[in-house]
């Protein structure tokens, strides 16, 4: 399996997030003016301040010709993983529902913390474990707190696409209703704030991190 | 060319964390009584065919689901 990693000019995390790939399959990086996907099996938009995030966080990076690319990818099924400045880009470029904006403290927040996964259906762990599962993961953003409207909150929980909650009391950023991480209507794009790519080795304290490099693997499989 | 000045705001209901922390500011410095302060950017271009500045806005000046925007005409009347 051959992960593709998008690096956008003011990206930061493009290197752990290719290692983490690394670890589950071949890797490279897709340079942000490269338009052909060709041979990837699943895309990673990784964190860092893409085009500086002036305007928005995302909003420029949506233009870009790796990110058309991306969207084309995800409109044929193939699995796309947006990780923090990556899932701002994805809902910025209406692959995912919602929105990130400013946290609610107005601080930056960088801590170890928990998420509840949700049960997948498509997105489904590899043991295909209906339980709830929690994630020891690290988040580090300034702008992480997701909203919807009230009735894009209601649908997209009505039809299982919250995939990623923080832990009751660790809600960082102020998100509506605990959302750490959303994924489209197929199933295939999946974004979050945090940072799983930090968390897939004992030496860093959690290796939870995998758990969802392989949710996306599980999406080609 | 026309000239415009894009004004972008949080909509109404979205919490404005920047907003308030000015709000609260405010008395500290002796300015009592301001209320409901909501914080936006402003962008001023100017645009062969201005027909087209709400298409712009929509895409990338603003993002539809959390913000309003206006249009003003900066070229007199």
């Known amino acids: 399996m051959l992960w593709g990693v998008v690096q956008f000019p003011g990206s930061c995390d493009e290197r ?17 003016e490269e338009c052909d996907l060709a041979g990837v099996d699943a895309v990673v938009v990784p964190g860092g301040f893409s085009y500086g995030d002036y305007l928005r966080a995302g909003a420029i990076a949506r233009f870009s010709p790796a990110m058309e690319a991306v969207a084309e990818f995800a409109a044929a099924g193939g699995p796309v993983l947006g990780i923090c400045n990556g899932f701002q880009v994805l809902c910025e470029a209406g692959l995912l529902p919602g929105a990130l904006l400013r946290n609610e403290d107005l601080r930056f927040t960088c801590r170890q913390l928990e998420l509840l996964a949700a049960p997948f259906d498509r997105l489904t762990t590899p043991e295909g474990g209906q339980s709830i599962e929690r994630l020891a993961i690290p988040a580090k953003h300034g702008e992480g707190r997701y909203y919807a409207p009230q009735e894009m909150l209601d649908q997209i929980e009505a039809s299982g696409q919250v995939a990623y909650r923080y832990a009751p009391g660790q809600n960082p950023n102020g998100s509506l209703r605990d959302i750490a991480g959303v994924r489209n209507e197929a199933g295939n794009v999946l974004g979050l704030m945090p940072h799983p790519e930090h968390a897939v080795d004992p030496l860093t304290g959690s290796t939870d991190g995998l758990r969802v490099f392989e949710a996306v693997a599980a999406v080609r499989a | 060319m026309a000239r415009a000045r894009v004004l972008i705001r949080p909509k109404e209901g979205i919490l404005d ?44 000046l603003a993002n539809p689901l959390i913000e309003d925007y206006e249009i003003e005409s900066l070229d007199g009347p």
């Open chain 2, 17 to 60: 964390p920047q907003g308030k922390a000015v709000e609260r500011a405010l008395p500290a410095l002796g300015f009592d009584g301001v209320e409901h302060v909501r914080v936006g950017r402003m962008v001023e271009l100017e645009a062969e065919d201005p027909e087209r500045l709400s298409e712009l806005c929509e895409k990338l």
């Open chain 1, 16 to 32: 752990d997030a290719l290692h983490a790939c690394s670890l589950l399959g071949e890797a490279r990086m897709v340079w942000h």
